[in-house]
């Protein structure tokens, strides 16, 4: 089992930045790729960002391209999700997620292990 806790959400300006954390405990987290996901209201969940499990390659949903950057610590036992330039319609509760099998990483139906999500909230 991986436990995931994501901390890091909050009420920011449009334009404003965030930097959302996803402390992971119980199994060897280098042994998991790691991935953002988001749901904002009425809408399903969608793939934001992902990092393999030693950090070497990343990807980006386009919405997100440029402006996020993801990345984690195996030491720290943690990944990250700095949001910068951000506007309403990234207004979502984002979540963090595990997996161990090496394909795939845009589905969620590919991730293992959930955390229960941190609210992020862009209004003026």
């Known amino acids: 089992q991986v436990q995931l806790i994501e901390t890091g959400g909050g009420l920011v300006q449009p334009g404003g930045s965030l930097r959302l954390s996803c402390a992971a405990s119980?199994?060897?987290?280098?042994?998991?790729?790691v991935g953002w996901f988001r749901q904002a209201p009425g809408k399903e969940r969608e793939f934001a960002a992902s990092?393999?499990?030693?950090?070497?390659?990343?990807a980006y949903a386009d919405s997100v391209k440029g402006r996020f950057t993801i990345s984690r610590n195996n030491i720290k036992n943690t990944a990250y999700l700095q949001m910068n330039t951000l506007n309403p319609e990234d207004t979502a509760v984002y979540y963090c997620?595990?997996?161990?099998?090496?394909?795939?990483?845009?589905?969620?139906?590919?991730?293992?292990?959930w955390g229960q999500g941190t609210q992020v909230t862009v209004s003026s």
């Open positions: 990092i393999s499990r030693g950090g070497g390659s990343t």
């Open positions: 997620a595990a997996k161990a099998r090496l394909r795939g990483g845009l589905s969620s139906r590919d991730y293992d292990y």
């Open positions: 119980g199994r060897t987290f280098s042994n998991y790729d």
